[in-house]
């Protein structure tokens, strides 16, 4: 081997299931012997990450390791994955086209919000959703404003603030939008809104431009009702006085190798 070569290190993240981690173990034995690197912990200078899994360990390996700037591609071993591409008996030839860079690389937008209390603000990032919900199933009553402008109060059950990629999860059972996820955008969803002489919520989705501020403050009488849950993980607040939703700067990276894959998908995931 060339010694003056440069590594060509690629992270292969797999979760749990007794598929993955056959597939895992191919995967490596194939990298391998195509001369590529693949540690053994997680290498934040690597080329490439591979997640093994559904959707799920999708978006549970984006966030372990923060939103990183290295691409990923999916290998799928769940149900339909909307983020991962590759079939487990398509790796050959996947390894073929990535050598031969045979691929499109995709921008993904993700969701920001920022989160203050009467004493301190905190910033999450979604890629799916952030939905904001009422503690025990209780009601929640919220004041929304898009741009500064009051849009209206709601109550109900919560709000689905989804990406566009998130478009195709929660957000799709709940009768939102699919929005394609080169558009830019954000969608608020309603989950169960009242809408009676005495509450008035919209009964839809709006789907906002990423770069407009979608603000939600709760009630103040409900300030300790509210529970954030950001793609599937539940997290609570004290207090919660605000949060903004945008779309952030940063994004992550996905490599498409089949350009017909959304609608494939789409189709055999829905219909
Ligand atoms: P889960 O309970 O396994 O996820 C529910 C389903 O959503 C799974 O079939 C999952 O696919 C699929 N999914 C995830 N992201 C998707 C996307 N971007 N487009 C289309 N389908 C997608 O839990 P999880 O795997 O940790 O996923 C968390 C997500 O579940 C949340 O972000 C939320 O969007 C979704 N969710 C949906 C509902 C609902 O539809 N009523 C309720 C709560 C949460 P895999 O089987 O490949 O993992
Ligand atoms: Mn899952």
């Given at each position: 081997?060339n010694?003056?070569?440069?590594?060509?290190?690629i992270?292969?993240?797999?979760?749990?299931?007794?598929?993955?981690?056959?597939?895992?173990?191919l995967?490596?034995k194939?990298?391998k012997?195509?001369?590529?690197?693949?540690?053994?912990?997680?290498?934040?200078?690597?080329?490439?990450?591979?997640?093994i899994?559904?959707d799920?360990?999708?978006?549970?390996t984006?966030?372990?390791?923060?939103?990183?700037?290295v691409?990923?591609?999916?290998?799928?071993?769940?149900?339909?994955?909307f983020f991962?591409?590759?079939?487990?008996?398509?790796?050959?030839?996947f390894?073929?086209?990535?050598?031969?860079?045979?691929?499109?690389?995709?921008?993904?937008y993700?969701?920001?919000?920022?989160i203050c209390?009467?004493?301190n603000?905190?910033?999450?990032?979604?890629l799916?959703?952030?939905?904001?919900?009422?503690?025990?199933?209780?009601?929640?009553h919220l004041?929304?404003?898009?741009d500064g402008?009051?849009?209206e109060?709601?109550?109900g059950?919560?709000?689905?603030?989804s990406?566009?990629v998130?478009?195709?999860?929660?957000?799709?059972?709940?009768g939102?939008?699919?929005?394609?996820?080169s558009?830019?955008t954000?969608?608020?969803?309603?989950l169960?809104p009242?809408?009676s002489?005495?509450?008035?919520s919209l009964?839809?989705?709006?789907i906002?431009?990423g770069?407009?501020p979608?603000?939600i403050?709760?009630e103040y009488r409900?300030?300790?009702?509210?529970?954030i849950?950001?793609?599937?993980f539940?997290?609570?607040?004290d207090?919660?006085t605000?949060?903004?939703f945008?779309i952030p700067k940063?994004t992550?990276?996905?490599l498409?190798?089949?350009?017909?894959?959304?609608?494939?998908?789409?189709?055999?995931?829905?219909?």
């Amino acid at each position: 081997m060339n010694p003056t070569k440069k590594k060509r290190i690629i992270n292969v993240i797999s979760n749990n299931n007794p598929t993955s981690k056959k597939t895992f173990n191919l995967l490596i034995k194939k990298l391998k012997e195509k001369n590529f690197v693949v540690p053994e912990k997680y290498d934040s200078q690597a080329e490439l990450n591979i997640c093994i899994g559904g959707d799920g360990a999708f978006l549970r390996t984006v966030h372990k390791y923060n939103f990183p700037n290295v691409p990923f591609v999916g290998i799928n071993t769940g149900h339909l994955g909307f983020f991962q591409e590759i079939l487990p008996e398509h790796i050959d030839e996947f390894i073929d086209k990535y050598i031969n860079k045979d691929y499109t690389v995709e921008e993904i937008y993700l969701v920001k919000a920022n989160i203050c209390t009467h004493t301190n603000c905190f910033e999450l990032f979604g890629l799916n959703e952030i939905v904001i919900k009422g503690i025990q199933s209780k009601v929640v009553h919220l004041e929304i404003f898009i741009d500064g402008n009051h849009l209206e109060k709601f109550c109900g059950d919560g709000i689905i603030i989804s990406t566009p990629v998130g478009s195709t999860a929660y957000n799709f059972s709940t009768g939102g939008g699919i929005i394609y996820p080169s558009l830019k955008t954000l969608q608020i969803t309603p989950l169960s809104p009242i809408s009676s002489r005495a509450y008035r919520s919209l009964p839809n989705s709006a789907i906002i431009p990423g770069d407009i501020p979608i603000t939600i403050k709760p009630e103040y009488r409900y300030e300790n009702s509210i529970l954030i849950v950001v793609d599937g993980f539940e997290i609570r607040y004290d207090d919660i006085t605000e949060i903004d939703f945008i779309i952030p700067k940063k994004t992550i990276y996905k490599l498409n190798f089949d350009k017909n894959m959304y609608w494939n998908n789409l189709k055999s995931k829905f219909l």
